[in-house]
């Protein structure tokens, strides 16, 4: 533990700030860097290791890849193959919808579950309607869940004679993202979540009863209930999302970052669509076309995505080049050997505890896209994005082959 936590505090870089919002990061010149020769000796010893690489690989005779390795301490590119190729990114998707994320809401951002009512207490009966109000909070689980039952129990409610009502207008009733396959475990895009289920209602209802609250009539769906009155919410936050939708590579809570995206273009319910402008905007920002990617949802289970390398890095160099941004995503990112979905890759060697990376398999594609240190100690960014394989293991094979490489190359 203590190597990884030393690892942790080189790896974040010298910055100077401005005074407001996401703090830029000024590349400060380094009086003590290396020798500029030494520096681009290593950056074109990795190149000609890459090229054999690619050129040797068996995996890459009946499928592509598309790789880009970018130095951030000297700011400038070390290797580019097919990098401008689009390709599914599968699960680095979530670097795209996590940056955006915290570029668009800042360092603090909530997901909200609430519980109002309407109607008056009389003699321990509420003569009127409970709402479940959906946040598409993916954290919400029964101890959530029970605290809003003992927030009913302490305003002395134990009848309810009206109805239980689940307020699902955050978003558009579509339950299924855009070219997600039948027969994946695909999980239910609702408002109203309980230990990432949808069926909220029966989970409520049941916990009402176990806590001696008798529940009268039928439930029942709504638009809005906006004119019912708050009695209880429970609150997950930004940070509590991002790092089980990283470290664990869950597609529910990537897909609910995804629809909080859209709130910041819409006063409605959110949709895909809506989520995607969010997308385009840092896409833009970024000096690229977002006409030259498809962009389906937010956790990468679609088929229809297609980003580039060069797209996935320069999200990651935006993320260093702003350092609140950096740090979280480093931090909710696995670690090679150590956490997340890289606990069993790059067990040993010098890939060990300094590469850190987001993971991604579908049927077809593997993909890895993240950051590690050089032997020269230099901080580099990369993404690889393998395309048309039949084993995923292969795909993941190659990448780990190719980062140990690099992080050995002296």
């Not at 890849?65 to 680095?92: F, M, W």
């Not at 003699?123 to 993916?138: A, F, H, I, K, Q």
């Not at 409610?157 to 239980?164: A, E, F, L």
């Not at 990376?357 to 594609?365: E, L, S």
Request: glycine share 6%; proline share 3%; hydrophobic share 40%.
């Amino acid at each position: 533990m203590t190597r990884i936590l030393a690892f942790l505090f080189l790896l974040l870089p010298a910055v100077t700030v401005t005074a407001q919002g996401y703090d830029d990061v000024v590349f400060e010149e380094n009086s003590q860097r290396r020798q500029a020769s030494m520096d681009d000796s290593w950056a074109a010893r990795a190149g000609q290791k890459l090229d054999e690489m690619i050129r040797n690989s068996k995996m890459l005779k009946t499928s592509s890849v598309g790789i880009k390795v970018y130095d951030l301490t000297d700011n400038c590119e070390v290797y580019s193959h097919d990098a401008q190729q689009r390709h599914k990114p599968a699960s680095t998707m979530k670097v795209i919808t996590a940056v955006t994320a915290m570029d668009v809401f800042g360092p603090e951002h909530d997901f909200v579950t609430e519980l109002r009512f309407d109607g008056h207490l009389t003699d321990g009966t509420l003569e009127g309607n409970l709402y479940c109000v959906g946040g598409m909070d993916p954290c919400f689980n029964s101890d959530d869940m029970s605290a809003l039952v003992n927030a009913l129990k302490q305003r002395g409610i134990s009848r309810v004679s009206g109805k239980i009502c689940a307020d699902m207008s955050f978003k558009d009733p579509v339950l299924l993202g855009e070219g997600w396959m039948w027969d994946d475990d695909n999980p239910q895009l609702s408002p109203l979540l309980v230990n990432k289920s949808s069926k909220f209602l029966p989970e409520f209802i049941k916990q009402l009863r176990q806590g001696g609250i008798t529940v009268d009539a039928d439930t029942a769906t709504l638009t809005a209930s906006y004119q019912a009155r708050l009695l209880a919410h429970r609150i997950h936050s930004l940070d509590d999302v991002l790092n089980i939708m990283m470290k664990n590579s869950d597609n529910l809570y990537a897909e609910a970052v995804f629809y909080h995206l859209a709130k910041t273009v819409s006063h409605g319910a959110v949709s895909a669509k809506q989520a995607r402008e969010a997308i385009r905007q840092l896409v833009e920002r970024l000096g690229l076309s977002y006409e030259d990617y498809t962009f389906t949802d937010g956790s990468g289970l679609s088929h229809y995505n297609m980003v580039t390398a060069e797209l996935e890095v320069e999200y990651l160099k935006y993320a260093y080049r702003h350092k609140k941004i950096y740090e979280k995503l480093y931090k909710h990112m696995p670690i090679a050997g150590v956490d997340g979905t890289l606990k069993k890759r790059m067990q040993n060697g010098p890939a060990y505890a300094n590469v850190v990376a987001k993971t991604g398999t579908i049927r077809g594609v593997s993909s890895l896209a993240g950051y590690f240190k050089a032997p020269n100690g230099h901080i580099i960014c990369f993404s690889i994005l393998n395309q048309g394989i039949v084993n995923a293991s292969d795909g993941r094979a190659f990448q780990d082959r190719l980062l140990q490489m690099l992080c050995a190359l002296e």
